[in-house]
Each structure stands twice: as C-alpha cells, then as structure tokens.
C-alpha cells in the first residue's frame, strides 16, 4: 500500500529518537498488492527506503500468495503478473546487495 510507505518511514525516524536505534524497516510490494506495483511504486519505495538510510535492511515483504490471491492466481496472466512482481523485486534486492524478506504460505 502507497501510504504505508511513508508510515515506515516515519516509524523508523520516530524509532530513532524514543527507542534509541533498535527499530529497522524494509520496503517491498506485498503479494496481495501486486497490481499496484509499477515504476512509480518502485520509485517511491526506493526513494523512501534511501531516506531511511541504515534503518533500512532489507527488500520486502514479498512473494507469491496463491491462497489469499486464489482466484487471481487461476488466470495464467494475472499469475504471470504475481511472478513478474516477485521477479523484479528480488532482482532489485540482489542488485542493491541486501537481503529479500519472502512472503511465503
């Protein structure tokens, strides 16, 4: 969800100043927001993700869930687009060099 981007973002920054550093966050397109995902999205998640600077550790929450997209993921094209958003997320991950947190069920 788009807005809660910017809720991350603020929680690690809050975080920072009353719990002394012991939160961190990550920033993805969860599996049951797939067709949200865009260039736009990754652009925003990115950029707050950036913002975050060591608080950020990791790519994610994402992954491919058939159960709670089931009748989604009968369409071979919509299946195809859930993978394809997976897919680009985890090379994100690997080009930045920092772990992929996977949904999985």
Not at 41 to 55: H, T, Y
Not at 56 to 62: K, L, R, S
Request: glycine fraction near 6%.
């Amino acid at each position: 969800e788009l807005e809660a981007i910017e809720d991350a973002r603020l929680i690690a920054e809050v975080s920072e100043q009353m719990l002394g550093g012991t939160v961190f966050c990550t920033f993805g397109c969860h599996p049951h927001n797939y067709t949200d995902y865009d260039d736009l999205m990754e652009q925003r998640l990115l950029a707050a993700f950036k913002a975050c600077g060591r608080k950020a550790v990791a790519w994610g929450e994402c992954g491919l869930d058939y159960y709670k997209n089931f009748y989604d993921a009968e369409y071979p094209e919509k299946r195809a687009c859930m993978v394809n958003v997976f897919a680009r997320q985890a090379r994100l991950a690997a080009s930045l060099g920092i772990p992929l947190v996977v949904h999985t069920r």
